[in-house]
């Protein structure tokens, strides 16, 4: 499997508009399922490395509306850390019992390493002391460093604690979303074999174009830069995606 496969059919658009509404986390897990390693590390065939960045391993099947993949702090700046204490009901400030949102849960010996929402959605907390099994609980968030990206985490904790869901203006679409899902499509284009030309008559509708070298050349151009786009990406790590380092 060096090549990697396709997971969604290129040919029908709406396998891939979804994500123009998305932001970079889904891309950096779309990325991912789509590498060689991880698929044959997600199909029993190896194991997960830490150069995954993910403390478990979602199937590769699932996309990032579904997929709830854990990463680690090294992939995700928004990754908030935090403590829980037993509290009398004055000061107990989340509830695991009111979260309406999707979660996931892995433990080590570091503590609890919780998603809530998916891949599209995420919002990561590592609870290195305490628990949130346990009902209501006072959550101390301990942030390193007071960044944009830790703002826009605490927003959407604070939103889960006090609605227990989040609204979309939590989670705004990327500018060049519609730019990235495009290369997407590019990219499981030329894994099922698709010729440029294929490319440009399937998402620029050049098929009914003779000579297309000469005749469409704007549109022969413009599938060049996709598919280069697409061999760049292919190469991307999670990481890269969630800090803005690509594209």
């Not at 979660?103 to 628990?131: K, Y």
Request: with cysteine; charged share 25%; proline share 5%.
């Amino acid at each position: 499997m060096s090549a990697g496969r396709p997971l969604a059919d290129w040919r029908d658009a709406s396998a891939y508009e979804w994500l123009d509404d998305c932001g970079r986390p889904a891309f950096a897990w779309e990325w991912l399922r789509r590498q060689p390693a991880y698929q044959v590390a997600a199909e029993g065939e190896g194991t997960i490395a830490p150069a995954f960045g993910l403390r478990n391993c979602p199937a590769l099947e699932a996309d990032a509306r579904e997929a709830c993949p854990i990463w680690t702090a090294a992939v995700d700046p928004m990754l908030l850390v935090a403590t829980a204490q037993s509290c009398s009901t004055r000061d107990c400030n989340f509830d695991l019992g009111r979260v309406r949102e999707g979660r996931t849960l892995t433990v080590s010996a570091e503590g609890e390493h919780w998603l809530f929402g998916a891949a599209a959605r995420p919002l990561r907390l590592d609870i290195v002391s305490g628990s949130l099994c346990g009902g209501s609980v006072a959550l101390t968030v301990h942030v390193a460093r007071l960044d944009a990206a830790a703002l826009v985490a605490l927003s959407r904790l604070v939103a889960l604690a006090r609605e227990g869901q989040w609204r979309q203006s939590h989670f705004p679409a990327e500018r060049r979303a519609g730019r990235w899902s495009q290369v997407l499509r590019v990219h499981d284009a030329l894994l099922a074999g698709a010729s440029q030309r294929d490319i440009a008559d399937a998402l620029f509708g050049t098929a009914g174009i003779a000579n297309w070298r000469v005749n469409a050349a704007p549109w022969r151009r413009r599938s060049q830069r996709l598919v280069e786009a697409a061999r760049r990406a292919a190469a991307s790590k999670p990481a890269d995606w969630f800090s803005g380092a690509f594209p």
